[in-house]
Nanobody, 115 residues
Framework: QVQLVESGGGLVQPGGSLRLSCAAS????????MGWYRQAPGKQREFVAA???????NYADSVKGRFTISRDNAKNTVFLQMNSLSPDDTAVYYC?????????WGQGTQVTVSS
């Protein structure tokens, strides 16, 4: 059974930082590209960042320079370091594992940026 379990969300003030984690099980983690998506209330889910099996990183323009994605294949975990957070970053953040036409999703973790 495949599981992607996100953690690290919460309430943070504008300008603050959070580090999200996604622990994967049931897949050959190192063979999957991993990504983060987010969905704000009333909006569609959008791409945030992704890291390939070869550690190539890709970011949405809205988070470039502020967010960093990384992976630890030994721990089957992908991370999203989020700095300089703004209220526009408020959303449920979802972890994604992708290989060819196969997609797995986590249940999401809430990130709220507010003073």
């Amino acid at each position: 059974q495949v599981q992607l379990v996100e953690s690290g969300g919460g309430l943070v003030q504008p300008g603050g930082s959070l580090r999200l984690s996604c622990a994967a099980s049931g897949i050959s983690f190192s063979t999957y590209a991993m990504g983060w998506y987010r969905q704000a209330p009333g909006k569609q889910r959008e791409f945030v960042a992704a890291i390939s099996t070869g550690a190539f990183r890709n970011y949405a323009d809205s988070v470039k320079g502020r967010f960093t994605i990384s992976r630890d294949n030994a721990k089957n975990t992908v991370f999203l370091q989020m700095n300089s957070l703004s209220p526009d970053d408020t959303a449920v953040y979802y972890c994604n594992a992708r290989r060819a036409s196969i997609d797995f999703w986590g249940q999401g973790t809430q990130v709220t940026v507010s003073s």
